[in-house]
């Protein structure tokens, strides 16, 4: 399943992605991560999920994101589910269009690792492609 919560600052994106990472480490049978730039969740989160601060990697595009999403899938075969938090802020010279062919990236983790993804966006829904639409959810 991949779920994509897209909307401009200040929508609420944060306190959905706080609620659902508490709710699936609860829920779910094996490991929780979570993704975001800097550790400002770290406090709201429950301790069972794992963080993973991008700010550690100088993530510079979403070849290099794609490759951090295989090390934490190649290290940890137990992964369900793994959230993305911000994810321009992650990948500052992200656009929509390189979202999109992102989300295709996803879409090919999911249907072999039976991996779960849920992210936020800042940006408008209309500004959206393809791919990206499939997903989004309120």
Do not use: P, W
């Amino acid at each position: 399943m991949i779920k994509i919560h897209i909307g401009l600052k200040g929508s609420g994106k944060t306190k959905k992605i706080i609620e659902d990472v508490n709710e699936a480490v609860n829920t779910e049978h094996g490991n929780v991560v979570c993704i975001t730039d800097g550790n400002r969740l770290m406090h709201d989160l429950s301790r069972k999920a794992r963080m993973v601060d991008t700010e550690d990697f100088s993530i510079r595009n979403f070849d290099m994101f794609d490759g951090l999403i295989c090390g934490i899938l190649a290290q940890d075969y137990d992964v369900t589910h793994i959230f993305i938090d911000s994810v321009f802020k992650s990948v500052k010279s992200g656009t929509m269009e390189s979202l999109d062919k992102f989300v295709g990236d996803l879409e090919k983790f999911e249907k072999k690792f039976g991996v779960s993804f849920t992210m936020m966006v800042s940006a408008k829904a209309s500004d959206a492609g393809e791919n990206v639409k499939k997903y989004i959810v309120d």
